[in-house]
């Protein structure tokens, strides 16, 4: 049963076993083993109950609703803009479906400096392969690589890099092209579609509309989470309490951590909120003599990874994949205005654009403000800096051995180049904040696990360090970046540690 | 200080004319906001063919009445600070780049070279201001169909009838 809190009409008080608080990747898994374990189950999800047929490819439409802060989410200084989701499925609604495992060198580092016990590779696999089977993964077959990712297939090709198809958790795709707003087709296998009508089918209970504000202890306990019911403008219509023996936080690693600090719960070291990572990435923008029409088809099915190592410090953190918009999302990220942007914009069905993300080592932080909102604190490090600029120079090589005439990088004012020489001898000092658009999709790490009480959050089990029954279960945990898109190893590092949270529910 | 501020206020505000009907129904913006909104949205997304044939125009699609419903169903700190940028965009920013009339009053040129100076401002905060400002003004342009023909772009399919 998925009831809607914009419809409530008087407060409510729930008497459950668990609450979890989110429903996207590792919300909706650790809602299903819970029910299945035969615990009363309760989710409250900040945003709506929206099905295949809401989903209407309209990017201004979709934008409010599918996006936390309506896609203006950004850090404080509004440098990195912060795509987020919201919605029972939560960041699975909008995603484009890649499926990497946590690369085993970074499980590895969280083993053996993060104090980290019982998630190596082995240990994980078969949370990993249950996972993958419930969502149907897949390599995204050659003949579904678009235009727009075969130009990064044959500049990889064309310069010797590595690269190869991605995978991805799609069935019945009908190459719409408009993945990032949505599927109308139902062919995401995702939280929406696969892991919350199995937790409903065992028993789940969803509230949508409903922000958790806060998580009440007593005596060292998690006793439930108080929440606000809101109506489709956000304002609150009624108070939603939620009395458990378990609260799983599975809000996001913004949400997850502002509502911990927000609940004021024990902290000794200071640890919540801090570690904050967000896989930053900036795009490049290449112009073809011929039609790419990059909006249509599968949007990411090919990766460069020849600049992409997962050890700690090194000077190769790039990861490099297509990023073509729509419209709106061009347009907003062409640079210039005005006549000269329309006449830019002419060539829309002519462009190709990468997206290099770097594999971050600067740590930010997020703190709560107003009703537990995150607000979020993040000033790239030199070194993440330089990544970043060394992943567009890579990007604008990859276009031109492609074929590109001309590629843009959307700075103030535009870099323009006409060959892979000027990209030898550019200056890349402007690849900084405030300097190119810098966005992302991936925060990570604000409330980090170990069994060290004073450099992590939570225990290896997900279990609060201070707070009995309080487990996360979102990428809230990892205790560094990843360098791969994290929704596999949410999805399984939830089912992975649900049995501690069923363990703790059944007393 | 504070009669001063209100008495500013009060004529900086004035001598907007937006007809009732319109006025009446805003939802987020005054009056004279949504003039400056107007004035932005025909230089940020000004046609490079203004003949019959061409591409529609900002107020063809009403860039400024999307802005406006759009902003009232943000929170409101962003809405705050969105009307902040307008009024520094309508007051302050013309007087910086050496003008003396609000920026709805320049003519078409001079306000290109204020939007301008926003774009390239030494202020982190202005530049990404005015990339709000910018994203508002083409989200409002970008979402009707008619300007897609501009691009090659196909559109939706949902709701496109079958072959």
């Known amino acids: 049963v998925i009831s809607r809190g914009r419809d409530l009409k008087h407060d409510v008080r729930l008497d459950v076993d668990a609450v979890v608080v989110g429903t996207g990747a590792g919300g909706s898994v650790a809602l299903r083993d819970l029910a299945r374990a035969g615990l009363r189950v ?55 479906n890649l499926c990497k495992r946590t690369p085993d060198a970074i499980l590895d580092a969280w083993s053996k400096k993060y104090a980290v016990s019982g998630a190596s590779a082995g240990e994980l696999r078969p949370a990993f392969e249950r996972i993958e089977a419930d969502l149907s993964v897949s390599e995204i077959p050659r003949e579904l690589v678009n235009p727009n990712n075969d130009v990064l297939r044959r500049g990889a090709e064309q310069l010797g890099w590595k690269s190869g198809p991605l995978k991805h958790n799609r069935v019945g795709c009908q190459l719409s092209g408009f993945c990032e707003l949505g599927c109308t087709y139902d062919a995401k296998q995702n939280a929406l579609k696969i ?34 019911a809101r109506d489709g403008l956000g304002d609150p219509v009624a108070w939603v309490d939620v009395r458990a023996r378990v609260v799983v936080l599975a809000a996001s ?28 990435g900036a795009v490049c923008v290449g112009r073809f003599d011929r039609e790419i029409d990059g909006y249509r088809g599968i949007p990411q099915s090919w990766e460069c990874t020849e600049h992409l190592s997962f050890e700690e410090g090194s000077d190769r953190r790039v990861w490099i994949v297509p990023a073509f918009a729509h419209p709106i999302g061009a347009a907003a990220t062409m640079p210039g205005f005005g006549a000269s942007h329309m006449t830019a914009m ?29 607000v979020l604190r993040y000033r790239l490090d030199e070194r993440d800096r330089a990544q970043l600029a060394k992943g567009l120079a890579a990007c604008a090589r990859l276009l031109f051995a492609a074929g590109a005439l001309e590629v843009v990088i959307p700075a103030v ?45 939570v225990s290896s089990t997900g279990e609060h360090h201070h707070v009995r029954g309080l487990f996360v279960a979102d990428a809230s945990l990892f205790p560094t970046s990843l360098g791969v898109p ?4 949410v999805y399984a590092f939830a089912h992975h540690l649900s049995r501690h949270a069923v363990e703790r529910a059944r007393g | 200080v504070g009669a ?50 061409g591409p529609p125009s900002a107020d063809d699609v009403d860039v400024a009445g999307f802005v406006d419903g759009y902003l009232a169903r943000m929170a409101a700190p962003r809405r705050r600070d969105v009307r902040r940028l307008l009024a520094y965009l309508e007051h302050i920013a013309p007087i910086r780049a050496g003008n003396v009339d609000r920026f709805s009053r320049l003519a078409p040129a001079a306000q290109d070279r204020v939007l301008g100076t926003l774009e390239s401002s030494s202020s982190d905060l202005l530049r990404e201001g005015f990339a709000g400002l910018k994203a508002l003004v083409f989200m409002g342009y970008y979402r009707d169909p ?14 496109r009838a079958a072959p």
């Not at chain 1, 709506?48 to 996006?67: V, Y």
């Not at chain 1, 002419?346 to 995150?374: C, F, K, N, Q, W």
């Not at chain 1, 190119?436 to 980090?448: A, E, K, N």
Request: no cysteine; net charge neutral.
């Open chain 1, 253 to 280: 690693a913004t949400g997850s951590a502002a509502l911990a600090l927000a609940s004021k719960l024990p902290d000794p070291y200071a640890q919540a909120g801090r570690g904050l990572r967000l896989h930053p």
């Open chain 1, 195 to 228: 892991m919350v009508p199995q937790a409903l089918a065992a028993g789940a209970r969803i509230w949508s509309d409903v922000s958790a504000v806060a998580i009440t202890t007593r005596a060292g306990r998690a006793t439930g989470v108080v929440a606000v």
């Open chain 1, 346 to 374: 002419r060539a829309y069905a002519r462009i190709a654009v990468l997206t290099a993300m770097v594999h971050d080592e600067t740590s930010g932080r997020v703190d709560a403000g107003e009703d537990a909102r995150p």
């Open chain 2, 4 to 53: 001063a501020g209100g008495l500013l206020a009060l004529v900086r505000t004035r001598g907007y004319h937006v007809p009732s009907e319109r006025s009446d129904r805003l939802l987020a913006l005054s009056s004279w906001e949504l003039v400056v909104v107007e004035h932005a949205a025909r230089r940020i997304a000004a046609r490079d063919d203004e003949s019959a044939s």
């Open chain 1, 486 to 489: 994290p929704q596999i190893s």
């Open chain 1, 413 to 457: 004012p535009p870099v323009r180049l006409r060959s892979s020489k000027e990209v030898d001898v550019l200056d890349l000092g402007f690849v900084r904040p405030h300097g190119v658009p810098i966005s992302s999709v991936h925060p990570m790490g604000t409330l980090r696990m170990g069994d060290d009480a004073r450099s992590s959050v």
């Open chain 1, 42 to 96: 309760v989710a409250l999800e900040e945003g709506g109950h929206f099905t295949s047929a809401d989903f209407n490819q309209r990017e201004e439409q979709m934008l409010p609703m599918l996006f936390q802060e309506m896609g203006a989410r950004a850090t404080d200084d509004m440098a990195i803009r912060v795509l987020q989701g919201r919605g029972v499925g939560g960041s699975t609604l909008h995603n484009t």
């Open chain 2, 146 to 159: 008619r300007t897609w023909r501009v691009l090659g772009y196909a559109g939706p399919l949902v709701g």
